[in-house]
């Protein structure tokens, strides 16, 4: 199962030449993230009282530009439930064009920056969206 969230490309994540800009794509990268994790239950307004999931981990292949007024459909899975990690294999496409594709790997941190591993629901709902497929794709 995937979890997909819609983006528009607005005039903040363009450079002059009218394109998306390659770190805004991380930024909406980050923004989806945070809207999957809401869907799970487990929103970031929530988490962040006591915890965070920051990234550690972040690999992304650019295919295609993005401009002003495209709306991207980010597609989120699992590829490994870990103790504390998460790695998520993210794509990026507007009508039908791959843009782009990451492998983001999150973990699961106390305020003091030390690993807690996942509660058994939360572990659930993201193991829910488990996909070993993506995982031999992105590694193949």
């Keep these: 199962m995937k979890y997909?969230?819609?983006?528009?490309?607005?005039?903040?994540?363009?450079?002059?030449?009218?394109?998306?800009?390659?770190?805004?794509?991380?930024?909406?990268?980050?923004?989806?993230?945070?809207?999957?994790?809401?869907?799970l239950g487990y929103p970031f307004h929530e988490m962040h009282k006591t915890n965070g999931v920051p990234t550690v981990k972040l690999d992304a292949s650019f295919v295609q530009?993005?401009?002003?007024?495209?709306?991207?459909?980010?597609?989120?899975?699992?590829?490994?439930?870990?103790?504390?990690?998460?790695?998520?294999?993210?794509?990026?496409?507007?009508?039908?064009?791959r843009r782009f594709d990451a492998n983001v790997t999150l973990v699961h941190v106390k305020n003091d920056m030390k690993s807690e591993r996942w509660s058994d629901a939360i572990r659930a709902k993201l193991t829910s969206y488990l996909n070993s497929e993506l995982k031999e794709a992105s590694h193949g």
């Design 4 to 39: 997909h969230v819609t983006q528009k490309v607005l005039f903040r994540h363009c450079d002059p030449a009218g394109i998306v800009f390659y770190p805004r794509y991380l930024e909406m990268v980050n923004d989806s993230v945070e809207s999957f994790f809401a869907e």
């Design 65 to 97: 530009a993005s401009r002003h007024g495209d709306l991207l459909e980010f597609a989120i899975a699992s590829t490994r439930v870990g103790g504390a990690s998460l790695e998520l294999a993210v794509t990026c496409d507007c009508a039908g064009e």
